[in-house]
Structures are given as structure tokens and as C-alpha cells.
């Protein structure tokens, strides 16, 4: 991407956030969702959906309530939740000791049946999506300049399992269920021309790769690699192209060759050992790896030339990888990490893969299907994402 467009773009997040930040401040007359009344906004709200009770790995239909509709709040009806694979490691405690009952889910889309009073960026009625981070400070440097994930003040509130003192289980509940509360700023348009269920997997798969793809300034026909052809994979494979990239996938999986080509890949290289990697050594301008176990990240890196950059996004157990130190520097190549992206960039992502026809690749599941859907995440066997119709909770 050329740098006067960059500078643009960056400047388009930076004052979408401020101008987003700024509706919170604003105190218009009572703007109460259609139906909607003082009496019923000040009650909890109740919610059904599937919960980890404990570290299993297994989830079970689970009733509760969530927080009464705050002055900043929207309540969003949800139509679809898709899967994650972070919502099974988090579960199965692989980043850290949970509380449970928890409900994982972070990629959400649905329809606004409320807002609170000072409410002015949704109306009832419209499409909304909840993506990783439902609550910031507000207030410092990052996260007036869209960047909440980051919020200096360590006040960054994730979608789930974080503790929350307005919620009545006490910690934040996630999308695999019928209905969310939150704060107005954190969610984000849905346009017309995506489906939402097409849409779901945007709001975490989509931006986690979008933001260092765009943030990595290739030029067209530059050599882009891909590690790990999954839910985040497969749509960094189409991002890339979208960008006029040459893609390079790289997967262990020899049954999806086929598919990744379709994605638009030039070429997919299954890494049943490393040493298919060889013949590719110092040949890419860029690669990301969404690979989220470990693996030989110094090996994996020798395929960007010299002085390229390669992006881990991919989160292991225990958010830990092992690396060789020596591999690593004698590839020469500039070694990073990304996480999500800030509200406006997330809102930007669903607008663009919905301009671009940038889709990912789904199967519509009922809730009864989820923990058969984990253990295909888990076997590799996910073709790409699963999205839950929230009907069936």
C-alpha cells in the first residue's frame, strides 16, 4: 500500500474513533427502543445459551441473566454466534484458570431490540455486531485514537470470562446465546450487503488478520504467506488476494488443496515435514501464521526474505511459544505479534470484505451441534468456520 493512502486510512480510524468516543458523551431526550420502557430497562435481562461448567472442553445449555440496559447499552437479539478457536482454549483453561459457568464467543451478529437513553450510533432495528472487547476506559490515549484493545489504563473488558461487575454472574458472558447488553461504542455496524452469518466471523477471524495485512503495506504482486489454513487462515488467504497479493499457503492438511486454491492461492504447500519449507527459502515479501499450537516458528520464518516480516497472530496454550533464538537470527527476519484490532478498524474490515465479496467460508450449526463442532476445530476437520444459528439456544 503506498504511503499517502496509509497515512489516509490511518487518519479515517483515528477520527472515527474520536467521533465515536464523543457519542457517549452526548445526552439527547430519552431514546428507549420500540416497546421499551423505564420499568423494563431497569431489569436484568434474561438470556439462554450453552456454557462451559468446567475445564472439559464440553458445553451444556445454561440459563442466565445479564445486565439491564445502561444509558450507553444497546441490547442486541442475537441471530448468529460463530466459533472460535480461542473460545476452546479459553474454556478448557489453556490460557489460564477460569470461572464458570462461562459462555464463550466473540464473533457476533444480530439485530438491536433496545437502547439506552443516551444512545445516538444505533437504532432499533438495525444490524449490529459484537466482536473480542465489549468495554475500555474510554479515556486514554488508545483508546480515543481506536485503539481500545490497547486502553493504557489496563481497562480493556473482553467478551468473555473477564471479571464485571455490572454483570450478575460476575464476569463477562459471551455470543453463544440469544441476547447481549453493551456498551453502544463496542459494537459495530452490519451493512446491508453481507449476511449476517457471513458477517460473524469478521468480527474476530476477519479483523485479527485484516489489521497486520493492511498494517504490512505489500505492493501488488508481492509474495504473501499464509500458515495454518483454518477459520483465521483461509480468510487471511482472501484478504491477501483481495489486496493483490501472491499467495503462498502453507497447511498440513493435504484434503484442503483444493479449497485454498479456490480462495485464490497461487500456490499450497502441504508441510507434512519441514523440509517442504526448503525450496521456498528467502522467496516471500511477507507472511502471517495463524497457527495456534506450536510449531518451528524460526524454520516457518526462513521462507520471508531477509529483512521481511513475519506476523504470528495465532494463540498457543499458555500464550507461549518455544522458538530457536539462533534460527530466528540467522533467517534475519523481523519477527512480530498482533491481536485484534481497535472498534473503527473492526468496523472498517466488515465494510470492506462486504464491498470486496471477501467472505468466509461457513457451515450454519444448531446449538445442539457445538461440542461436535469443537472437536472438528480441534481434528482440523472445520471447513471453515462454524456459525451458530442462535434460534436453536
Known amino acids: 500500500m503506498e504511503e499517502n493512502n496509509n497515512t489516509t486510512r490511518r487518519k479515517f480510524i483515528q477520527q472515527t474513533a474520536l467521533a465515536s468516543a464523543g457519542l457517549v458523551l452526548v ?24 456454557a462451559a461448567k468446567d475445564n472439559s472442553g464440553k458445553l451444556s445449555a445454561w440459563e442466565f441473566e445479564r445486565r439491564p440496559v445502561g444509558d450507553n447499552d444497546i441490547l442486541i437479539d442475537i441471530k448468529f454466534a460463530s466459533i472460535c478457536h480461542s473460545d476452546i482454549h479459553q474454556m478448557k483453561g489453556d490460557w489460564g484458570d477460569q470461572q464458570y459457568p462461562q459462555v464463550p464467543g466473540h464473533e457476533i451478529v444480530g439485530i438491536v431490540s433496545a437502547i439506552g437513553k443516551n444512545v445516538t450510533k444505533f437504532k432499533v432495528g438495525d444490524r449490529a455486531g459484537v466482536g473480542c472487547m465489549v468495554d475500555s476506559c474510554m479515556e486514554c490515549e488508545s483508546c480515543n485514537h481506536g485503539e481500545e484493545h490497547f486502553c493504557d489504563n489496563g481497562k480493556t473488558l473482553f467478551t ?15 455470543g453463544y446465546s440469544n441476547n447481549i447488553v453493551v456498551r453502544d461504542h463496542f459494537a459495530v455496524h452490519i451493512p446491508e450487503h453481507i449476511s449476517l452469518q457471513e458477517a460473524a466471523p469478521l468480527l474476530c477471524a476477519g479483523i485479527t488478520t485484516y489489521s497486520p495485512i493492511m498494517n504490512a503495506n505489500f505492493k501488488i504482486g508481492d509474495k504473501v504467506g499464509v500458515a495454518g489454513i483454518g477459520g483465521l487462515g483461509h480468510l487471511a488467504v482472501k484478504i491477501a488476494v483481495s489486496k493483490g497479493a501472491e499467495v503462498y499457503a502453507f497447511t498440513t492438511s493435504k484434503d484442503k488443496v483444493n479449497d485454498i486454491l479456490a480462495f485464490g492461492a497461487k500456490e499450497v504447500i502441504v508441510v507434512d515435514n519441514l523440509d517442504k519449507l526448503k525450496p521456498y527459502k528467502g522467496k516471500l515479501d511477507y507472511m502471517i ?13 526462513s521462507v520471508v526474505k531477509p529483512y521481511g516480516h513475519f506476523t504470528q497472530v495465532g494463540m498457543p496454550i499458555g500464550f507461549e511459544l518455544t522458538l530457536s533464538n539462533i534460527g530466528l537470527a540467522n533467517t534475519r527476519v523481523n519477527f512480530n505479534a498482533s491481536l485484534i484490532g481497535g472498534i473503527p478498524e473492526t468496523q472498517e474490515v466488515v465494510h470492506y470484505c462486504a464491498d470486496n465479496n471477501v467472505l468466509p467460508k461457513i457451515e450454519v450449526i444448531k446449538a445442539e451441534q457445538i461440542n461436535d463442532a469443537w472437536t472438528k476445530v480441534l481434528s482440523k476437520q472445520a471447513r471453515y468456520r462454524y456459525v451458530i444459528d442462535a434460534s436453536t439456544f
Open 27 to 50: 445526552n439527547p431526550l430519552n431514546i428507549l427502543g420500540q416497546n421499551n420502557n423505564l420499568n423494563s430497562m431497569s431489569k436484568n435481562i434474561k438470556s439462554k445459551g450453552y
Open 289 to 301: 501464521s495463524t497457527i495456534p499450537a506450536q510449531f518451528d516458528l524460526a524454520t516457518y520464518s
Open 160 to 174: 468473555y470470562g473477564n471479571p464485571d461487575k455490572t454483570s450478575p454472574s460476575g464476569i463477562t458472558q459471551g
